[in-house]
């Protein structure tokens, strides 16, 4: 059960902004992905030194699966080796 909470703790939000920078041009649609709108401003902020936001929007994203986890064996990509093609030995 451990391992869900995990999960649930590293889901992931992109937010949206439409900012105004500190020269008074605006921006639209900058998309960030963070755990936390807190997370989200921070990072925008840290681009976009001394802006004002217009507006924000969030939408929830699916976890990935990761291909190596090991949680899910069904989902780990295979390794093929590669073969030899006729005629070129």
């Known amino acids: 059960m451990q391992n869900n909470a995990v999960v649930h703790e590293s889901a992931m939000v992109r937010y949206g902004f439409n900012i105004r920078t500190k020269t008074g041009q605006r921006v639209d649609n900058i998309q960030i992905m963070a755990a936390t709108l807190g997370d989200a ?10 802006c ?12 990935r699966v990761d291909a190596a986890d090991l ?15 006729i005629g070129t030995q």
Request: no cysteine.
């Open 41 to 50: 401003e921070r990072r925008l902020r840290q681009m976009y030194q001394h």
């Open 52 to 63: 004002e936001i217009i507006e924000h929007r969030e939408q929830s994203v699916p976890r």
């Open 71 to 85: 949680h899910y064996p069904a989902t780990r990509a295979r390794i093929v080796s590669p073969r030899v093609k």
